[in-house]
C-alpha cells in the first residue's frame, strides 16, 4: 500500500511540474528561434529535477523506482490535458484582447496619416 501512496504523491508531484513548465513553455512559444525553445526547456528539466530530489528527501520517497517515474509522467499528461488547456484558452483570450486594442489605437494614427496630401506620379522616362 505504500507504494500506491508514493505514486499518487509523484502524480501530484507531476501536476506542479507541469504548472511550472506553464512559464518556460510561455517563453518557448514567444520566442521562435529554436535555440530559445531549447534552453527554456533544458532550464526546465534542470529545475524541475532539483524540485523533485528535493521534494523526495524532505518526503522520504524510497530509491528510485519505476513506478515513481510513471506518477512524475501521470501528473504531468494529466496537466497537460486538462489544466493547460484552460491555461492556453485565457491566454488566447488575453492575446486576442491586447491585440484587438492595440489596433484599434493604430488605425487612429494611420487614419491621421491619410490625412496628408495624394502623392505625385512620378515618370517613368530615363
Same mark, same amino acid.
Given at each position: 500500500m505504500p507504494q500506491l501512496r508514493v505514486f499518487f504523491l509523484c502524480a501530484a508531484f507531476g501536476l506542479l511540474g507541469g504548472a511550472l513548465y506553464e512559464p518556460f513553455y510561455a517563453v518557448g512559444k514567444a520566442f521562435r528561434p529554436r535555440p530559445v525553445k531549447i534552453a527554456a526547456d533544458l532550464l526546465f528539466c534542470a529545475l524541475f529535477s532539483v524540485c523533485f530530489v528535493f521534494f523526495s528527501v524532505s518526503v522520504s520517497l524510497p530509491p528510485f523506482r519505476f513506478y515513481l517515474f510513471l506518477g512524475?509522467?501521470?501528473? =504531468? =499528461?494529466l496537466y497537460l490535458k486538462s489544466f493547460h488547456k484552460t491555461v492556453a484558452f485565457f491566454e488566447k483570450k488575453i492575446y486576442n484582447i491586447k491585440k484587438h486594442f492595440g489596433l484599434h489605437k493604430r488605425e /487612429? &494614427?494611420?487614419?491621421? &496619416? /491619410? /490625412?496628408r496630401s495624394p502623392r505625385k506620379k512620378q515618370d517613368a522616362s530615363p
Amino acid at each position: 500500500m505504500p507504494q500506491l501512496r508514493v505514486f499518487f504523491l509523484c502524480a501530484a508531484f507531476g501536476l506542479l511540474g507541469g504548472a511550472l513548465y506553464e512559464p518556460f513553455y510561455a517563453v518557448g512559444k514567444a520566442f521562435r528561434p529554436r535555440p530559445v525553445k531549447i534552453a527554456a526547456d533544458l532550464l526546465f528539466c534542470a529545475l524541475f529535477s532539483v524540485c523533485f530530489v528535493f521534494f523526495s528527501v524532505s518526503v522520504s520517497l524510497p530509491p528510485f523506482r519505476f513506478y515513481l517515474f510513471l506518477g512524475l509522467c501521470t501528473g =504531468f =499528461f494529466l496537466y497537460l490535458k486538462s489544466f493547460h488547456k484552460t491555461v492556453a484558452f485565457f491566454e488566447k483570450k488575453i492575446y486576442n484582447i491586447k491585440k484587438h486594442f492595440g489596433l484599434h489605437k493604430r488605425e /487612429r &494614427k494611420c487614419r491621421a &496619416k /491619410r /490625412r496628408r496630401s495624394p502623392r505625385k506620379k512620378q515618370d517613368a522616362s530615363p
